[in-house]
Antibody, heavy 120, light 110 residues
Framework: EVQLVQSGAEVKKPGESLKISCKAS????????IGWVRQMPGKGLEWMGI????????RYSPSFQGQVTISGDKSINTAYLQWSSLKASDTAMYYC?????????????WGQGTQVTVSS | QSALTQPASVSGSPGQSITISCTGS?????????VSWYQQHPGKAPKVVIY???KGPSGVSNRFSGSKSGNTASLTISGLQAEDEGDYYC??????????FGTGTKVTVL
C-alpha cells in the first residue's frame, strides 16, 4: 500500500526557517515524482513544484520559484519542503503527493498534510 | 499558469446526477488526456476519484465518471448520496512537469 506520512504541525515566527518532510513507503521511491501542494485557510489547492527522487531534478511553479526549496533523500525515501525565512502569508496546510503511474499524470496518492502557522 | 475554472458550487437531491465542469486551455486540459479529480472533505487530505480523464481508482464508487470535450473536462456524480458532499478539484498536466488545479467546487446534497 502506498503511504506518504508527513511531519507534524509547526508554529513559527516570521523570519524563521523551516523544513517539513514527507516519508514514502509501499512503492519504489525513485520511480515516481513527489510534489508539494499549498492550501491556504479556506482556499483551494495550489501547485508548488515537484522533485524526481531518482535524479533530484526539481521543477517549481512560477509562483513559488525562489520562495521555497524542494529536496529529497532517496536513502530514506523522504522528500522535503523548506523555507529560509517564513512570512505570515506562508500560513497554510501543505500536502505532499505522488505522481500518477502514467508519465505526466497528476497525483494519485496524498500525504495527510502538515499545518504550518507563522505568527509573531 | 491560471487556475482551471470550475463553478463555485453545485447542488442536487439524493439520487440525482450532477456534473462539475473544469475549463482550461489548449495548453493544459485541451492538450493532454491527463486530468484527475479529487474529493476533499473538511479537514481531510484530497482523495482521487477519477484519474487520466475517465478512470476510476479501485475502492472508489463507480458513481463517479469523467469525460472531456475540447478544453473542458467534466466530473459526473450519479445517484448522489449524502457522503458525496464536499469540495471537488480538477487537476491537469500543463507540460514541462507542471500542473494546474481548478478553482474548486463545493457540492451540496439537498
Amino acid at each position: 500500500e502506498v503511504q506518504l506520512v508527513q511531519s507534524g504541525a509547526e508554529v513559527k515566527k516570521p523570519g524563521e526557517s523551516l523544513k517539513i518532510s514527507c516519508k514514502a513507503s509501499g512503492y519504489s521511491f525513485t520511480s515516481y515524482w513527489i510534489g508539494w501542494v499549498r492550501q491556504m485557510p479556506g482556499k483551494g489547492l495550489e501547485w508548488m513544484g515537484i522533485i524526481y527522487p531518482g535524479d533530484s531534478d526539481t521543477r517549481y511553479s512560477p509562483s513559488f520559484q525562489g520562495q521555497v526549496t524542494i529536496s529529497g533523500d532517496k536513502s530514506i525515501n523522504t522528500a522535503y519542503l523548506q523555507w529560509s525565512s517564513l512570512k505570515a502569508s506562508d500560513t497554510a496546510m501543505y500536502y505532499c503527493a505522488r505522481g500518477g503511474t502514467v508519465r505526466g499524470a497528476p497525483p494519485d496518492s496524498w500525504g495527510q498534510g502538515t499545518q504550518v502557522t507563522v505568527s509573531s | 499558469q491560471s487556475a482551471l475554472t470550475q463553478p463555485a458550487s453545485v447542488s442536487g437531491s439524493p439520487g440525482q446526477s450532477i456534473t462539475i465542469s473544469c475549463t482550461g486551455s489548449s495548453s493544459d486540459v485541451g492538450d493532454y488526456n491527463l486530468v484527475s479529480w479529487y474529493q476533499q472533505h473538511p479537514g481531510k487530505a484530497p482523495k482521487v476519484v477519477i484519474y487520466e480523464g475517465n478512470k476510476g481508482p479501485s475502492g472508489v464508487s463507480n458513481r463517479f465518471s469523467g469525460s472531456k470535450s475540447g478544453n473542458t473536462a467534466s466530473l459526473t456524480i450519479s445517484g448522489l448520496q449524502a457522503e458525496d458532499e464536499g469540495d471537488y478539484y480538477c487537476c491537469s498536466y500543463a507540460g514541462y512537469s507542471s500542473y494546474v488545479f481548478g478553482t474548486g467546487t463545493k457540492v451540496t446534497v439537498l
